[in-house]
């Protein structure tokens, strides 16, 4: 970790953290903080008392998989009593921390292929924007990019594209409306935090 900090980044987001006892962290991170006192931790957290295993391992955040996949499962069905049950256990969850919130990320499939009807994808945008959280954007989402994870080896490799060296290959995004949602709701959420 302090390699890395010591490099310049600012903060790490642990992978399969609930894999690792909250001791673990407890035990590592007072030694870290000593030397980066600023440096953010957030932990991956699939199941569990994410507030909890927040306070008990002494990272800064968890990943919200349960908001996550409230998202687009009530996105999908277009039935919201499974998004109005997952948010107040998040209002609950905001009380003790305040978790990383996303559509997508490098071990999902990506939202724009997740959401079966299009019109749907800016509704998940402006759930990721306007909830509650530290919200954040798995690269490529913002135009659009497509990609399913399939269970299989090398499953992860079509949501997890090389990052290319220019823009050029995010052109032609499979919903045009999307850039400009994600634009416009960030730039909100921003001016009125």
Request: proline share 6%; hydrophobic share 40%; charged share 25%.
């Amino acid at each position: 970790m302090l390699h890395w900090l010591r490099r310049g980044i600012d903060g790490w987001r642990l992978d399969a953290a609930y894999a690792v006892p909250s001791s673990f962290w407890m035990a590592v991170l007072p030694d870290v903080r000593a030397e980066f006192e600023q440096a953010w931790f957030v932990g991956e957290m699939i199941h569990g008392d994410y507030a909890r295993y927040a306070a008990d391992s002494g990272l800064d955040s968890i990943t919200q998989y349960e908001l996550w996949s409230a998202i687009w499962t009530s996105l999908n069905s277009v039935n919201l009593h499974g998004l109005d049950w997952t948010l107040r256990r998040h209002r609950e969850l905001l009380e003790r921390l305040v978790p990383m919130t996303f559509l997508s990320n490098h071990d999902v499939t990506r939202v724009a292929s997740q959401i079966s009807d299009a019109r749907h994808l800016t509704h998940a945008v402006a759930l990721l924007a306007f909830l509650p959280g530290i919200p954040s954007i798995y690269y490529g989402d913002e135009f659009g990019l497509r990609a399913v994870k399939e269970q299989r080896p090398g499953g992860d490799d079509a949501v997890r594209p090389e990052l290319p060296g220019e823009r050029g290959f995010f052109t032609e995004p499979h919903h045009p409306d999307v850039e400009v949602s994600y634009r416009r709701m960030v730039g909100l959420r921003r001016r009125h935090p």
